[in-house]
């Protein structure tokens, strides 16, 4: 089984706290086609998500931030 996958780093504005930054992961992660996510704690502004484009777009990803209330923008593809 062959399935391609995508990766975007998203920048997300406001600063999270470690709560904060745990629910954003937990809702990326709970989209269906999302493979992974990753946060450098040293940048946590950062997020990297590798995702199945068949089952999601980088626009449907930057809408799960704005969802809770925060600013994104995807920043490379």
Known sequence: ???????????????????????????????EGVVSVHVDQRRPHLFVLEYNPKLVNSKDLVKIPQFQGLHAELIGL
Not at 2 to 24: F, K, M, P, R, Y
């Open 1 to 31: 089984m062959n399935i391609d996958l995508a990766d975007v780093t998203l920048h997300v504005d406001e600063t999270l706290d470690s709560d904060g930054l745990s629910q954003l992961e937990d809702a990326f992660r709970s989209r």
